[in-house]
């Protein structure tokens, strides 16, 4: 398919560029572009998180508004940008056809050793801009580990670390929890 188009793009020519496309694609400053994740690869433990990650929400939130979408959903950034994190929680209803999310709750980065810098800073910066984010975790896959920001009720956000198998994340604003040993089921930290 056609290569990104060399040109400015609001997020509504990108959406509709990004329907020809075989890869997906993320909006930055304007341009599209594969995301890290895409130049480098997933590993083996970054699939077990999202999957594990997907499965258990998934069954927490069945039946209620809100579900788990994984990174052929986009999230839109206020600032113009347009991201695909691994996992985003949405809540409310979409368009079959949408290719974004409307109403992100949660948005999730299984971070990796290439990616890692950058998911910590600018990403969490641009998400931390989304009105309707309640929850923005970064889970480590090198250590039983999970970065927890939530947004306090005087908007601001509040971090906190969750380490060890035996740790447990409270996810309110979708009314749903993590256990880590649930996070990294499959994966041993031992080598």
Known sequence: MAEPQLRRMTQDEFFAWQE???????LVDGFPLLPLKMMTGASRAHDRVVTNVIRHLGNQLYGGPCWPTTDDLAVRIPAG??????VTVECGQGNRRDMAVREPRVVIEVLSPSTMSFDRVRKLREYQTIETLGHILLIDTEA???????????????????DGLDARIDLPAIGASLSLVDVFAGLDFEH
């Open 144 to 162: 039983p580990r999970i970065d927890l920001l939530s947004r306090a009720p005087d908007r601001s956000w509040i971090q906190s670390q969750h």
């Open 20 to 26: 020809h496309q075989d890869k997906l694609y993320e």
């Open 81 to 86: 940008n347009i991201r695909r994190p691994d």
